[in-house]
């Protein structure tokens, strides 16, 4: 059986969620299946079962099969560092940080990574689906292109394009793409998904026609536009959610720092109809909301100044508010943040909000890993990765709830053990369940809009 790889004709045109859906499809028509993504750039990951860091979609489409997560479907992971750097991560390990322009120059050092890990899945899987990375025509980067052209051309595989109606060019952008594909790859596409179309599908009865008769290539499908709101890839997916705010009782405020990270924590607060959740920017904003929450951030220092130059000080070191303060969030609230290896900020001592006792310090060993934990009395499933270490995991105070764990409210109890204080008519919900009919809701939407035989023969042959 051949790998699948699937295309895009730009960025955000929603590959993460058709690859998902269609190793979720796949998967249940027997295959045996795996989500890859050579290089992801994302400050929001997640930590596998085998240990290590690997980017939320690949993490995400592995989990909603139930199979085994593995740093090997996402060997390269890129963190925005700012100021012209990223942190690298490489088969889940860090590797620090790194100018761009010297990534982009080692690349031939980074392919045979890439070329190991798609194998060691290759081993294990008969179906590999390899997300791609914004387009793969960027002339002036093709030879630099690890998700896109080095894998359709090192594993030979199947190739579908997916191209977003709602940006407009849709014909442009297709043609594009097609006639500037190394010649070699063109016989490997088997078809184009047109993706997030809104209103009468008929109207573009014309334009399936004009694509496939003009440009050679059949239509696999017209998909109308759903929301999905999980398994966020980065910040601008997140900013893409809906929420139907109708029977919100409690209003959560995330403040959006400048190098949020680990957004997906926020996931069931998208999903709860008793919460309306917004994120903010300004002390004014925050006024208005019944919770603040600190979230994880790439950049602890530097967000902790934006905050103070922001004037959040005094409403963060106030009991004014309950506020929740996650991973740097909850560094951020220690007497001071220390890092005299300057393992993140050329600057070795912050003060910190003080509203808690004691420091924090960073150390070179990043701490990366899963488990159960007792988080405020109640035991969770969740996951660590941060550099800097205190002497608790978690501590909560009068309003005030801090942890390094990711994923505190994926718990049902958690949830509510913080909310019914908030407000005792606070019910919560079943997480857990809404995820699966989510995610079995959204790929069966899919499987409607999309000729999956026509796919399974291709990958077939």
């Given at each position: 059986?051949?790998?699948?790889?699937?295309?895009?004709t730009?960025?955000?045109?929603?590959?993460?969620?058709?690859?998902?859906?269609?190793?979720?499809?796949?998967?249940?028509?027997?295959?045996?299946?795996?989500?890859?993504?050579?290089?992801?750039?994302s400050?929001?990951?997640?930590?596998?079962?085998?240990?290590?860091?690997?980017?939320?979609?690949?993490?995400f489409?592995?989990?909603?099969?139930?199979?085994?997560?593995?740093?090997?479907?996402?060997?390269?992971?890129l963190?925005?560092?700012?100021k012209s750097?990223?942190h690298?991560?490489?088969?889940?390990?860090?590797?620090?940080?790194?100018?761009?322009?010297?990534?982009y120059?080692?690349?031939?050092?980074?392919k045979?990574?890439?070329?190991?890990?798609?194998k060691?899945?290759?081993?294990?899987?008969?179906?590999?689906?390899?997300?791609?990375?914004?387009?793969?025509?960027?002339?002036?980067?093709?030879?630099?292109?690890?998700s896109n052209?080095?894998?359709?051309?090192?594993?030979?595989?199947?190739?579908?394009?997916?191209?977003?109606?709602?940006?407009?060019?849709?014909?442009?952008?297709?043609?594009?793409?097609i006639?500037?594909?190394?010649?070699?790859?063109?016989?490997?596409?088997?078809?184009?998904?047109?993706?997030?179309?809104?209103?009468?599908?008929?109207?573009?009865?014309?334009?399936?026609?004009?694509?496939?008769?003009?440009?050679?290539?059949?239509?696999?499908?017209?998909v109308?536009?759903?929301?999905?709101?999980?398994?966020f890839?980065?910040?601008?997916?997140?900013m893409?959610?809906?929420?139907?705010?109708?029977?919100?009782?409690?209003?959560?405020?995330?403040?959006?720092?400048?190098?949020?990270?680990?957004?997906?924590?926020?996931?069931?607060?998208?999903?709860?109809?008793?919460?309306?959740?917004?994120?903010?920017?300004?002390?004014?904003e925050?006024?208005?909301?019944?919770?603040?929450?600190?979230?994880?951030?790439?950049?602890?220092?530097?967000?902790?100044?934006?905050?103070?130059?922001?004037?959040?000080?005094?409403?963060?070191?106030?009991?004014?508010?309950?506020?929740?303060?996650?991973?740097?969030?909850?560094?951020?609230?220690?007497?001071?943040?220390?890092?005299?290896?300057?393992?993140?900020?050329?600057?070795?001592?912050?003060?910190?909000?003080?509203?808690?006792?004691?420091?924090?310090?960073?150390?070179?060993?990043?701490?990366?890993?899963?488990?159960?934990?007792?988080?405020?009395?109640?035991?969770?499933?969740?996951?660590?990765?941060?550099?800097?270490?205190?002497?608790?995991?978690?501590?909560?105070?009068?309003?005030?709830?801090?942890?390094?764990?990711?994923?505190?409210?994926?718990n049902?109890?958690?949830?509510?053990?913080?909310?019914?204080k908030?407000?005792?008519?606070?019910?919560?919900y079943?997480f857990?369940?809404?995820?699966?009919?989510?995610?079995?809701?959204?790929?069966?939407?899919?499987?409607?809009?999309?000729?999956?035989?026509?796919?399974?023969?291709?990958?077939?042959?």
């Open positions: 059986m051949h790998n699948l790889s699937i295309f895009g730009s960025s955000d045109v929603g590959k993460s969620t058709l690859c998902f859906s269609l190793t979720y499809l796949l998967h249940h028509q027997g295959i045996k299946v795996a989500p890859f993504k050579a290089q992801n750039v400050n929001n990951s997640q930590v596998t079962d085998e240990g290590g860091e690997i980017a939320i979609p690949q993490h489409a592995a989990q909603a099969i139930g199979i085994k997560t593995s740093p090997d479907m996402n060997p390269i992971l963190k925005s560092g700012g750097k990223s690298i991560i490489i088969n889940g390990k860090s590797i620090g940080d790194k100018n761009v322009w010297d990534y120059r080692d690349m031939d050092y980074l045979p990574h890439v070329k190991k890990a798609f060691n899945l290759s081993k294990k899987y008969e179906c590999i689906v390899a997300e791609g990375a914004g387009s793969p025509v960027e002339l002036n980067l093709m030879d630099k292109d690890l052209i080095y894998i359709a051309k090192k594993f030979n595989t199947k190739i579908i394009l997916v191209a977003d109606i709602q940006r407009g060019g849709v014909f442009a952008s297709i043609y594009g793409v006639e500037l594909l190394p010649k070699g790859l063109r016989k490997n596409v088997i078809g184009v998904i047109i993706n997030k179309f809104q209103g009468d599908m008929r109207l573009f009865d014309k334009g399936v026609k004009i694509i496939e008769k003009k440009f050679g290539v059949p239509v696999l499908g017209v109308p536009f759903k929301p999905f709101n999980l398994g890839e980065d910040s601008a997916s997140l893409n959610y809906t929420q139907d705010t109708t029977k919100a009782i409690i209003k959560v405020g995330v403040i959006k720092l400048p190098h949020i990270s680990n957004f997906t924590d926020f996931e069931p607060l998208v999903v709860d109809e008793e919460i309306e959740l917004l994120f903010i920017s300004s002390p004014s925050a006024r208005a909301c019944d919770v603040l929450v600190i979230p994880g951030t790439k950049l602890v220092i530097e967000d902790l100044l934006w905050l103070r130059k922001r004037g959040f000080e005094k409403l963060l070191t106030s009991k004014e508010k309950t506020i929740i303060a996650i991973c740097g969030g909850y560094e951020m609230m220690f007497e001071n943040i220390l890092d005299p290896l300057c393992i993140e900020s050329p600057v070795k001592k912050t003060k910190g909000f003080g509203r808690f006792k004691g420091d924090v310090v960073f150390q070179k060993e990043k701490i990366v890993k899963k488990g159960s934990y007792n988080l405020f009395g109640i035991m969770t499933e969740g996951y660590e990765i941060h550099n800097a270490i205190t002497k608790k995991r978690a501590k909560s105070k009068s309003k005030l709830y801090g942890t390094f764990v990711h994923g505190l409210f994926d049902d109890k958690l949830r509510y053990k913080i909310f019914s908030i407000n005792s008519k606070y019910k919560g079943d857990k369940k809404y995820k699966q009919e989510a995610i079995k809701e959204f790929a069966t939407h899919i499987a409607t809009h999309v000729n999956m035989k026509k796919i399974l023969k291709a990958l077939r042959e």
